[in-house]
């Protein structure tokens, strides 16, 4: 019997390891739903590739990036053609400046109808051309499918980024082309991809150890970029008596219950971060691209590592002596034998002693009383309280700020937000994608009245909808409700010298826990 357009592409989808579809139907989609529904992408979840249904199609989007993030898999979400697929945007730019592979499916009107001034007819590889810049593709025949999801989704793997396929409604539903004819103007690819080594060469690597090695006061800086290279990381501070920062992206590179780990950086940060990056003479960057140079060493002040797998980001945020483009877990065990373990450790008694302050003062800052209540005391009071393994995710706003100060981080659990974007309403998305990836572990999302006013309340449903699903079913969204736009009123008043508006800044209440 013959398939269609639509069952091969969902066929090859599976092939190249996709298991789940995030997205919302519509009408620019329906050859899609429709092998979806042949293939028992039911909400059973049976099927070889499960459809998750969503409120909005931003939902999907930051649903496929945190699943990427969470799973290092490519993330897939799916909408219909002209609002539907604009609906995606927010939530893909969430992806792409986060550096995660995500594969954007979209809709079109029909093939015939095109440059007719059709209803919704949206010219959508213009519009995707920005946020998956690496490839969009819109097809025009059968054949094509094969070689467009298989480039798509190992371009998206290997570029670390978005990428998006357009196929027509009309396409969808024409007998599909597994196997081209063996002809001149045909392309016969195959799925699969698989990461290479990457390290960089001896050269590189013996230069900056030689800068390291030179280094009295080392200080390490770990992104995103570091997730996968925690005992690497700890081995080479040791080695180096070094104390380690976190970019908010890399929180969960290294566990805060370590007394050399300083914490956050930047604008959210700590002060034993603040001080480890002014006083050291030595900075080791490894996965990061963290944006403010003001809170980095001062130029000259410091020599400076860096490791980044993205040659592009290398050497941008502070003028480095060694280069390293590479993995940074490759990277940093080709680093460790030449490496020479730092006899004198008081720069790394320094640091130590200045964290384990900062963990008094963060205590003594919380237990001060609030109306209703201080935010920092329920953070603080949360974090000893995280079950073994959870998932967290943050929104935007000050929930971020007391996730990134006060929430100490164990080794198991995974975290993440918005980092570069920085855009409100992926905290409980972000929470649900987890659920999916990791049923039998807690996830918990830390949200402002704001972001859960805008969307947050909506997803509600979709955690409704699924939640029994999942082996274990807690999924915790706790929000601060404080009717107020809080992080921006703070920053009116401490950057601007500006009194809250509140025509813009106050929220109406809203009874969460009950409507949940």
């Known amino acids: 019997m013959s398939i269609t357009v639509s069952d091969h592409l969902l066929e090859r989808l599976a092939a ?20 979806m529904n042949r293939a028992g992408g039911g909400i059973d979840g049976s099927g070889p590739l499960e459809f998750v249904q969503v409120r909005h199609e931003e939902m999907a989007a930051f649903m496929a990036c945190a699943h990427a993030k969470f799973t290092g898999e490519v993330g897939v979400c799916l909408a219909t053609s002209g609002p539907g697929a604009i609906h995606l945007l927010n939530g893909l ?30 010219d959508l590889v213009s519009l995707f051309k920005d946020v998956a810049h690496e490839y969009v593709h819109m097809a025009t025949d059968p054949a094509q499918i094969r070689h467009l999801v298989d480039r798509a989704i190992r371009i998206a793997r290997a570029e670390r980024t978005v990428t998006c396929l357009i196929v027509p409604n009309d396409l969808q539903e024409e007998e599909a082309v597994p196997d081209a004819p063996r002809a001149h103007g045909t392309v016969h690819s195959g799925p699969g991809y698989s990461e290479p080594a990457r390290v960089p060469g001896e050269a590189a690597l013996a230069q900056a150890a030689e ?13 995103a970029g570091a997730l996968q290279a925690t005992d690497e990381l700890i081995e080479v501070a040791d080695l180096l008596g070094a104390g380690i920062a976190k970019a908010l992206l890399g929180k969960a590179a290294v566990p805060d219950d370590l007394p050399f780990v300083t914490g956050s950086i930047g604008l959210l940060g700590t002060k034993p971060s603040w001080d480890l990056m002014q006083d050291c003479d030595t900075l080791l960057m490894v996965g990061s691209s963290f944006p403010y140079s003001e809170f980095l060493p001062e130029e000259g ?20 002596e ?31 002693s200045n964290v384990a302050e900062w963990w008094k003062v963060l205590e ?34 000050s929930s971020a700020n007391w996730y990134a100060r006060d929430v100490k981080i164990r080794r198991g659990m995974k975290a993440s937000l918005s980092g570069t974007l920085a855009t409100m309403g ?17 996830a918990i999302a830390l949200v402002g009245d704001g972001a859960m006013q805008m969307n947050g309340n909506s997803e509600l449903v979709t955690i409704t909808k699924y939640w029994e699903r999942w082996s274990d079913p807690r999924l915790i969204v706790l929000v601060l409700n404080n009717r107020d736009l809080n992080q921006v009123t703070w920053e009116q008043r401490a950057m601007a010298g500006d009194p809250k508006f509140e025509a813009a800044q106050g929220l109406p209440d809203f009874p969460y826990a009950a409507y949940a």
């Not at 020599?303 to 941008?316: E, F, K, L, N, S």
């Not at 004198?344 to 320094?350: G, L, S, V």
């Not at 992926?426 to 807690?442: Q, T």
């Open 322 to 352: 060694a280069n390293l483009v590479g993995d940074s877990a490759q990277t940093l065990r080709a680093l460790v034998p030449l490496l020479e373990r730092k006899a004198d450790r008081a720069w790394r008694e320094t640091v130590e």
């Open 93 to 122: 730019y969430d992806a792409k400046l986060d550096h995660q592979p995500v594969v954007a499916i979209v809709g079109q009107q029909a093939m015939t109808a095109l440059g007719g001034n059709y209803q919704q007819e949206v």
């Open 426 to 442: 992926p905290g409980v998305p972000y929470a649900i994608a987890a659920k999916f990836a990791y049923p039998d572990r807690v």
């Open 301 to 320: 002040a410091a020599r400076g590592v860096q490791i980044d797998i993205d040659a592009r980001m290398i050497g941008i945020r502070y003028p480095m």
């Open 364 to 397: 003594a800052r919380a237990m001060h009383d609030g109306e209703p209540i201080n935010p920092q005391r329920v953070f603080w009071e949360l974090s000893s309280r995280l079950p073994e393994n959870c998932i967290l995710s943050a929104d935007s706003g």
């Open 16 to 35: 190249n390891g996709v298991h789940r579809v995030y997205g919302y139907p519509g009408d620019g989609i329906n050859g899609i739903m429709g092998a």
């Open 211 to 223: 800068i390291l090695n030179a280094g009295e006061r080392v200080a390490i800086l770990a992104g």
